[in-house]
């Protein structure tokens, strides 16, 4: 059972979108999408600095709606939304101690989706390295550290967190020695989400129960993005146009992590356009033509926006 229902008018008009897309884009397959979305009721539980319980929180009624949302797909830098939350959970108990370069490496892996960065947070995360192969035995103890985050993941009892795979490290050029053997021949261990786990990972940070209040803010303020287009001009490699803040109002604010190879295009974002209530939406894409394309993923979010009830005050 998932974290939301989908028992609802949004899920209902999800269908008049989708046409809607394929309508415009005709080169989309239909199993080149998936879409998971949340969209919050009054009193607004998000945003709002950690003031619920864990426990609170996780009982209150989500909406939403998703489509082939629990299809295991590439995330691509998407993945490192996970990687943030695991580095978060480690330092709270200690298993890492708090340093500058750490610090760094987040917010590099999160701001500018930098792979490098995100090596480095891995290797600190699971205690291993890159490097050549290994012999079977150190094979074997190196592959179970790595599994680490996936298995904390996995702890946290949610069913959508059952088939993802987040246990690679993100690269430009592609994985080598050890790094290749553990990705498989057929990159049959390839990293793997879908937008269902995603989601529910998005909205307890955004809940402020990711790990504690005080680091779910620390991550939020990592993923903020500006919406000033003489400063997205200036970034070629922003996360907002060809994805959801793009198909935004430019009064809007949104938090978001997007990913995109030559294969495939996602964003996941939790965004508040004036006037409406706020949601959370997430958008996997595949194909070589849906990755070069940058009006597919803010067509969906006008579409999304349109359908949004009128927010109502607190």
Known sequence: MTFFSTDNAYSQHLPVILASVWAEFPWLARNQLAVTGLIYDPPYPVNTGGA??????????????????????????????????????????????????????????????????????????????????????????????????????????????ESINVNQKTWGEGPYGRENDFVGVQRENRNKLTTEATARLMHSIVGGVAVTAERSQAMMNLMKRSLDRDQLRADPENQVMGFIGEGLALESQVWSKAGWTSQVRHDCAYAEVPGKAPFLLVVFTEGKTASQNEDLIPFLTTQVVQMLPEQQFQ
Not at 117 to 131: E, K, M, R
Not at 147 to 155: D, G, H, P, T
Request: a negative charge; glycine letters at 6%.
């Open 52 to 161: 619920l319980a864990q426990d609170d929180f996780w009982r209150l009624p989500i909406q939403g709606f998703s489509y082939r949302g629990v299809e295991p797909l590439y995330p691509a830098s998407v993945v490192k939304l996970f990687y943030l939350v695991a580095c978060h959970e480690w330092l709270e108990r200690g298993m890492l101690p708090a340093c500058a370069e750490t610090d760094r490496a987040l917010r590099d892996m999160i701001m500018d989706s930098s792979n490098d960065a995100t090596g480095y947070v891995l290797d600190v995360l699971t205690g291993t390295t890159s490097g050549p192969s290994l012999p079977p035995d150190p094979f074997a103890t190196w592959k179970h550290q790595r599994n680490i985050v996936n298995r904390y993941f996995q702890s946290l009892g949610w069913v959508e967190m």
